[in-house]
């Protein structure tokens, strides 16, 4: 067993991780980040949104990712079976980035993590947290194991971003069943027979298969694609046979995969991800904070989660400086109501998507151009703007829209 001293902790080296680090070290703490797995390892979470740009401005990331050539992403298609809603985000409503990337998270997230290394923040592949044991100060022993050595971790403060893997809501008992109903995601990389670069087609598409099924297109720079299918777990996996039989006969069902990837190679065996939904009691305590998938996780529709994840990352790591530095944090009002309070924007426009409230919106015959732009806004990422009528009345404002455009 070996012992070590830093200020804070952070667990998981996702982008909400990397983010929350690079912005402490910034402020000149020492900080130390445990990753569970060896990276590159893949997650699922690939289209951006705009929001996230500010963050990852934040920590110094903008010239390292746009080093590595990632696909550019000015917008998102939504389609049904004869219609398109196409939203470009340099015509919307909020002040702001008005692109961003669609990206191979393995790599991107590999690329975070190494640029964090490279300011020299200490970080270690391959190591779990096992145990944490906080003392009344908030200061904390974490115990991580790598391989057969174990070491305890002394931190002033723990910023837990350890996604899927939630390790303070398990330890701590945070955890709370998601209200939204279960859902299943199966998914996976493709490269189509022809390969283009041709701009209309990089653009990422949602399709709607029924009101509660939908599949997404996520064209990487390297001509390669993600695609997926979302919805009820018995809808989504409706086909027999092997996993990659199953996505055959989803690519020939929908005509817009099918024209695009019909005899495609797959790059790995589909994957399913079901029952991601999410929620904790609590965002926050004496000593620690979540941020990123460890604090929640809604829905995959409208590629909300890296956006909240490193929004999280970037506002605790600013918090957790003010509350080292002396200074008192209202970490109710300041994180928990705030973060919050964009979730439920998503999460409103999640529950219109599923009713087919939002597939009547976009899909009506003559949209107006002043609420397009406004709503391209949420989808941009922009869910904390109060001057949005979408984001400040989000509950009443998407019913009452659904309502007209269907009268
Ligand atoms: P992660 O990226 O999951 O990183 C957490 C890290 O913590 C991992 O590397 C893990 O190994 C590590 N860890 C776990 N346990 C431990 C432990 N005990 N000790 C040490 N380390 C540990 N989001 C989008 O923005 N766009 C999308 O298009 C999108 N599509 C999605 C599609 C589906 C089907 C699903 C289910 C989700 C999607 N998401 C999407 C959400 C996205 O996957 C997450 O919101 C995002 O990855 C969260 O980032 P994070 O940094 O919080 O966690």
Request: charged share 25%.
């Amino acid at each position: 067993e070996t012992e070590e001293k830093v200020d804070v902790l952070v667990i998981g080296a996702g982008p909400s991780g990397t983010v929350a680090a690079a912005i402490l070290h910034k402020n000149g703490f020492n900080v130390k980040i445990v990753e569970k797995q060896k990276f590159p390892r893949f997650v699922i979470g690939e289209s951006l949104l705009p929001r996230s740009m500010y963050n990852f401005d934040k920590a110094g990331f903008i010239d390292t990712i746009e080093k590595a050539g990632f696909q550019k992403k000015y917008g998102a298609k939504f389609a049904d079976k004869y219609e398109v809603c196409d939203f470009d985000f340099s015509s919307q409503f909020s002040d702001g980035w008005t692109w961003t990337w669609q990206v191979k998270r393995d790599r991107f997230d590999h690329i975070l993590a190494e640029e964090v290394i490279k300011r020299g923040i200490a970080l270690d592949y391959e190591s779990e947290v096992t145990a944490v044991r906080f003392n009344e100060d908030g200061s904390s022993v974490t115990q991580v194991k790598k391989e057969n050595h174990t070491s305890n971790i002394h931190a002033r403060y723990i910023v837990d971003s350890s996604g899927y893997g939630r390790v303070l809501p398990r330890l701590l008992d945070l955890n709370e069943p998601s209200k939204l109903p279960e859902r299943s995601s199966f998914f996976c990389h493709v490269k189509p027979k022809e390969v283009t670069s041709d701009k209309e087609r990089m653009r990422i598409i949602i399709i709607v298969y029924t009101c509660d099924i939908w599949g997404w297109v996520i064209p990487f720079a390297d001509g390669t694609s993600s695609i997926g299918i979302v919805g009820s777990p018995d809808g989504v996996h409706r086909y027999k046979g092997t996993k990659e039989e199953q996505m055959r006969k989803w690519i020939a069902e929908i005509p817009a995969l099918q024209e695009r990837f019909t005899d495609c190679e797959m790059v790995f065996e589909p994957r399913t991800i079901t029952g991601y939904s999410s929620e904790v009691k609590k965002l926050y305590g004496n000593g620690y904070v979540l941020t990123g998938n460890a604090l929640g996780f809604v829905d995959p529709i409208f590629s909300s989660g890296v956006t909240l994840a490193t929004e999280s990352g970037a506002l605790a790591a600013e918090l957790v400086t003010d509350q080292l530095d002396g200074k008192a944090v209202d970490w109710e009002k300041d994180y928990s109501e705030y973060i919050i309070s964009g979730v439920d924007v998503f999460k409103t426009f999640v529950n219109a998507w599923y009713s087919g409230d939002l597939q009547k919106i976009f899909f009506s015959e003559s949209p107006n151009e002043k609420i397009k732009q406004q709503i391209c806004s949420v989808l941009a990422g922009y869910v904390w703007d109060n001057k949005n009528p979408f984001v400040k009345k989000h509950d009443r404002a998407l019913s009452n829209l659904a309502k007209i455009v269907s009268s």
